[in-house]
């Protein structure tokens, strides 16, 4: 390849004058089905600076590294390109809460600040610049600094972006290759109860879903008049199942909606995990005797509310967690759980029990907790939760991993000293 460079002219008709326009340069490519390849690039100013443009360009052609200058921004490229080929690539496609929090990650934290550079123009003290901002407070109080675990979200996008940009040979190279933000300051450890609120939820659970209970709500109708509903409500298997399930091992929300009963083998006692796309979410969890046990009576009412029902029952998976929805015409039998269900239910569930309020995500932050606390390994408490490696595990319980260390340094401690001496 070879190319040079010349000066630009232009006049507006055969009989004007010309008029000089800066320099530009042109790249021979040879031949290509008998049409001769002769790319332009124009718009410098000084003669200099387009023979440095030619030579960068027939550098990058031989490296192979070239990329086609375009315009395009980066926030174009993110929205449109990068994020729905995350969804439709064919190894290993992310699945749909994954690609919900990349788009949260971009609209909230990256696009705001790097959305409006052409994408060929984020350089790599523009990406460091944005981790750096993430990682503290703005000076108005007004926006805190990112937790860990969202500082990684963010890195994870601009880095996978900037990555397939490069493959597809739009940039020469990944601007975030190398770059990693700043661990923040320890931040408090996920919100969790102890092991006695723990068993004093499930306490509770026995206590409010096995007796016929009445409930009054709040309601409003559609016009925006509020008004007091009070129903009885009969005892619940399905939701102490449920929450026995996701107090005793730590299940995700989602896992769980997802659990189908082929995926339980009562006779061994032990739950296959089939929801998740990543090899360590798919797992298998022993389940303890009183588990299994209120799982097996919700697993028989679900049979005769099933047959009840007959073609009305719309499960037609085996899903493990199923209710009827009233609040429909005609009213919905054998409805399988939803995620946003579930979170308000823990919410009703908590209602008089006298326990800190929670998200349903603190009962697994309450799992990990009590399992480092009983002295379990950082590697067997990342695959149970099901995390892709013990980084994530690590991180997410900084607070409690450093805790447990302090106490075993400490009792190992104890031990030499005990045996300093001859014994003494």
Known sequence: ?????????????????????????????????????????????????????????????????????????????????????????????????????????????????????????????????????????????????????????????VHGSLEQAKRWELVSRNAAAGISPERPPAEDEPAHWTVDQVAAFLDHVDATLTVERTITERRKRRNGVEYTYTRTMA?????????????????????????????????????????S??????????????????????RRAQRRERLRYGPAWEDAEEHMFTHTVYFTRPVRHGVPVARRWVSAAMHKVL????????????????????????????????DHLGHADTAVTDRTYTHTVRRVQDLTALRVAGLIASKRGGGR
Not at 257 to 267: G, H, K, S, V
Request: net charge positive; aromatic share 8%; with cysteine.
């Open 351 to 382: 209602e008089g029990s006298g326990l800190p309020p929670m998200h349903v995500h603190g009962l697994r932050h309450s799992w990990a907790t009590a399992a480092f606390e009983a002295g379990e390994h950082l590697r067997a408490v990342a």
């Open 277 to 298: 796309k990543t090899r360590r979410g798919r797992r298998v969890l022993a389940l303890d005797p009183a588990t299994l046990g209120v799982l097996a009576e919700w």
């Open 1 to 157: 390849m070879t190319g040079h460079v010349r000066k630009r002219r232009w006049r507006e008709n055969k009989d004007a004058e010309w008029h000089d326009a800066g320099w530009e340069y042109v790249i021979e490519l040879g031949t290509v089905a008998g049409d001769r390849q002769r790319p332009t690039r124009g718009g410098f100013r000084t003669k200099k600076a387009a023979a440095e443009a030619l030579r960068k360009e027939l550098e990058a052609r031989e490296a192979g590294t070239y990329a086609k200058p375009s315009r395009e921004s980066y926030a174009d490229y993110l929205v449109n390109r990068w994020l729905p080929w995350t969804l439709e690539r064919p190894r290993r496609p992310v699945r749909e809460s994954t690609h919900e929090l990349y788009e949260s990650m971009a609209r909230l934290h990256i696009l705001p600040a790097l959305g409006a550079l052409p994408l060929q123009d984020v350089r790599p003290v523009d990406v460091e610049a944005l981790y750096m901002a993430l990682a503290k407070p703005s000076k108005d109080g007004k926006r805190p600094a990112l937790g860990s675990s969202s500082l990684h979200n963010v890195a994870t996008v």
């Open 235 to 275: 005892p619940d298997p399905m939701q102490r199942s449920l929450w026995y399930l996701l107090a005793t091992t730590g299940m995700r929300r989602g896992e769980a909606c997802a659990c189908r009963w082929p995926d339980l083998d009562e006779e061994s006692g032990v739950l296959e995990v089939k929801v």
